[in-house]
Nanobody, 123 residues
Framework: QVQLAESGGGLVQAGGSLRLSCAAS????????MGWFRQAPGKERQFVAA????????YYAGAVKGRFTISRDNDKNTVHQQMNSLKPEDTAVYYC????????????????WGQGTQVTVSS
């Protein structure tokens, strides 16, 4: 069982930045690809970004490409998401997730999920 805990959410003005972090309990953290998803009120959960087990490959949704950067530290069992140039439409609960699979942009591929952290971007 992998436990994930997100942190770093908050309220920021449009154009600002936030850095989300996700700490994993699992010592075999490097066995999992990691992803960030988000869900806004009344909307479906959507893929944001993912990173491969080694960190050598990253994947981004079109809406965030060039603004968000995902990274991981396998020695510290953590994954981060740096979010720059934030927009009001980025407002959502952001979830960290872990998968041993390969379809890292698909939410159904992920087995473990954190509780989420709220990001609110004001205009």
């Amino acid at each position: 069982q992998v436990q994930l805990a997100e942190s770093g959410g908050g309220l920021v003005q449009a154009g600002g930045s936030l850095r989300l972090s996700c700490a994993a309990s699992e010592r075999t953290f490097s066995y999992f690809a990691m992803g960030w998803f988000r869900q806004a009120p009344g909307k479906e959960r959507q893929f944001v970004a993912a990173i491969s087990r080694s960190g050598g490959s990253t994947y981004y949704a079109g809406a965030v490409k060039g603004r968000f950067t995902i990274s991981r530290d396998n020695d510290k069992n953590t994954v981060h998401q740096q979010m720059n140039s934030l927009k009001p439409e980025d407002t959502a609960v952001y979830y960290c997730a872990a998968t041993p699979g390969v379809e890292v942009t698909r939410g159904y591929e992920y087995e473990y999920w954190g509780q989420g952290t709220q990001v609110t971007v004001s205009s």
